[in-house]
T-cell receptor
Framework: AQSVSQHNHHVILSEAASLELGCNYSYGGTVNLFWYVQYPGQHLQLLLKYFSGDPLVKGIKGFEAEFIKSKFSFNLRKPSVQWSDTAEYFCAVERARDTGFQKLVFGTGTRLLVSP | DAGVIQSPRHEVTEMGQEVTLRCKPISGHDYLFWYRQTMMRGLELLIYFNNNVPIDDSGMPEDRFSAKMPNASFSTLKIQPSEPRDSAVYFC????????????FGSGTRLTVV
């Protein structure tokens, strides 16, 4: 079965520190990749997505992610975090099927706390 | 576009009662998904529909759970009878095609079964 792994469950950073959150998936075929953010008490919002092309994807709020196919990874990065980035971050993978891409499978999430 | 609309936002019910959660997807999106989020299990896909037809309900935990999509603009997730372990946030999401490809999530329904 396909799985999505986020190895860091909790991350604590000071403002202006750099951020990298890991994401690995187990499926070897064609995939679409997503990062979502969930602020406290809110719904999931899309940060960025990768379908094809340049493996370095830029998203909203200064986030970016790099797809490394050989490592089955899609790590999220931000050079300088802000207190407002405190949230939970989810990596998600959509697998290609004969009938097209269908369901989205989420990782377990990483809770980021940024201290001012 | 108002996005994916879920109702109610919060629901508190007693064990054994029937609970119905509602979702209105984005117009033109032909996929609809129901997810459940808990601290212990994270985000779990319960069921999804394509063009109103259930495609994969393997994530539905028990026969107490049922979902319907009678038309392209409305879906329900029903729990009967409800149990305390059903307490969670239930998200609905819809997906579009082509230039609109991507998943959009609703604000969720926070269900508490006491």
């Amino acid at each position: 079965a396909q799985s999505v792994s986020q190895h860091n469950h909790h991350v604590i950073l000071s403002e202006a520190a750099s951020l990298e959150l890991g994401c690995n998936y187990s499926y070897g075929g064609t995939v679409n990749l997503f990062w979502y953010v969930q602020y406290p008490g809110q719904h999931l919002q899309l940060l960025l997505k990768y379908f094809s092309g340049d493996p370095l994807v830029k998203g909203i709020k200064g986030f970016e992610a790099e797809f490394i196919k050989s490592k089955f990874s899609f790590n999220l990065r931000k050079p300088s975090v802000q207190w407002s980035d405190t949230a939970e971050y989810f990596c998600a993978v959509e697998r290609a099927r004969d009938t097209g891409f269908q369901k989205l499978v989420f990782g377990t999430g990483t809770r980021l706390l940024v201290s001012p | 576009d108002a996005g994916v609309i879920q109702s109610p936002r919060h629901e508190v019910t007693e064990m054994g009662q029937e609970v119905t959660l509602r979702c209105k997807p984005i117009s033109g999106h032909d996929y609809l998904f129901w997810y459940r989020q808990t601290m212990m299990r994270g985000l779990e896909l319960l069921i999804y529909f394509n063009n109103n037809v259930p495609i994969d309900d393997s994530g539905m935990p028990e026969d107490r759970f049922s979902a319907k999509m009678p038309n392209a603009s409305f879906s329900t997730l029903k729990i009967q009878p409800s149990e305390p372990r059903d307490s969670a946030v239930y998200f609905c999401a819809s997906k579009g095609r082509g230039a609109n490809y991507g998943y959009t999530f609703g604000s969720g329904t926070r269900l508490t079964v006491v």
